[in-house]
Structures are given as C-alpha cells and as structure tokens.
C-alpha cells in the first residue's frame, strides 16, 4: 500500500511539473541572436558577441513589431523579459518597393 501510495505521489508530481510544457504554444520561430556582423553578410567581421540571450519568438502579420525574449544574468540573479519590440521593417520594405515600382514606370 505504502509503494502505491509513493508511486502515486510521484506520477502525479511528474504529470504536474510536465503540465506547463504541454500546454505552451510552440512558436513559430526561436531564431537566437548572439552576434553582431560588420556587413549584412554571414562570412563578415564579427564585431560584437552578444552577451545575454536574445530570441526572436515571432513577427506581426505586417512585419513591424517583433515578439522578443530576452535573457540575460547579473551576478546570481538571472532576468528574462518577454515583449514586443516595435522596427518598421514592413513599412520601409513597402516604401523600397513603391520606389522601385515608381522609377520603373
């Protein structure tokens, strides 16, 4: 009975702690960004390894604001930040394309 009873406790304690994994949304991207490049090409110059943890979770449908975790350790303590951050990207790609459009016609 004891063993059961142990073997019960500890089932339910496993299911309990695993729950929250199950139940997360997966995200669509989890690109890490941990360095800093001279040029917009993978084969340049680093010139910055980035010291904390920074994840790009997920981009806007009109790709202007960017869901971000951010992670990063202060002595013992450790920080993590989840939000969104807000680069125009969409609407200077849009503007780009108008440009290109206009000066072909």
């Known amino acids: ?3 059961a ?3 019960a406790i500890v089932l339910t304690t496993l299911v309990l702690c695993l729950a929250p994994a199950w139940a997360a949304e997966p995200t ?3 690109l890490k960004v941990k360095q800093l490049y001279a ?3 993978g084969r340049s110059k680093v010139v910055f390894d980035i010291p904390v943890d920074v994840k790009l979770l997920d981009i806007s449908e009109d790709a202007n604001w960017y869901r971000v975790f951010i992670q990063f ?3 013992p303590a450790c ?3 989840t939000g969104w951050a807000y680069i125009p990207v969409g609407t200077i790609l849009a503007e780009r394309d108008a440009k290109k459009v206009a000066t072909l016609e």
């Open 79 to 81: 920080f993590r930040y």
């Open 39 to 41: 040029a917009p090409d």
């Open 28 to 30: 669509p991207y989890s």
């Open 5 to 7: 009873l142990a073997l």
């Open 73 to 75: 350790n202060l002595g």
């Open 1 to 3: 009975m004891k063993k």
